[in-house]
């Protein structure tokens, strides 16, 4: 069974970073493109960050560039985000997906709370 488990969300200060964790069971590591999305409260699902199996080529959503970094361990079967100089905007629930190309995902996890108190 495909699954992916999110990990590392927490409550942290503007400022602050946090590292999230995707842990992928499954033949889900083997898709071409892994990647991170959010929803924060009352607002649609964005893209965050997505990155490209063969190349480790990588992209961003405007709002998190030079912040933000996406990559990933394929020993450990898991897919990172690095966050750093959080705001408070950057409060939602973030998941972590996998999809044969970018911007179509069709396997995603849970989800892992961020909070960023201002």
């Known amino acids: 069974q495909v699954q992916l488990v999110e990990s590392g969300g927490g409550l942290v200060q503007d400022g602050g970073s946090l590292r999230l964790s995707c842990v992928v069971s499954?033949?889900?590591?083997?898709?071409?493109?892994m990647g991170w999305f959010r929803r924060a409260p009352g607002k649609e699902r964005e893209f965050v960050a997505t990155?490209?199996?063969?190349?480790?080529?990588?992209a961003y959503a405007d709002s998190v560039k030079g912040r933000f970094t996406i990559s990933r361990d394929d020993a450990k079967k898991t897919v990172y985000l690095q966050m750093n100089s959080l705001k408070a905007e950057d409060t939602a629930v973030y998941y972590c997906?996998?999809?044969?190309?970018?911007?179509?995902?069709?396997?995603w996890g849970p989800g892992t709370q961020v909070t960023v108190s201002s």
């Open positions: 997906a996998a999809g044969v190309r970018h911007p179509v995902y069709d396997t």
């Open positions: 499954g033949r889900s590591f083997t898709r071409p493109y």
């Open positions: 990155i490209r199996r063969n190349d480790d080529n990588t």
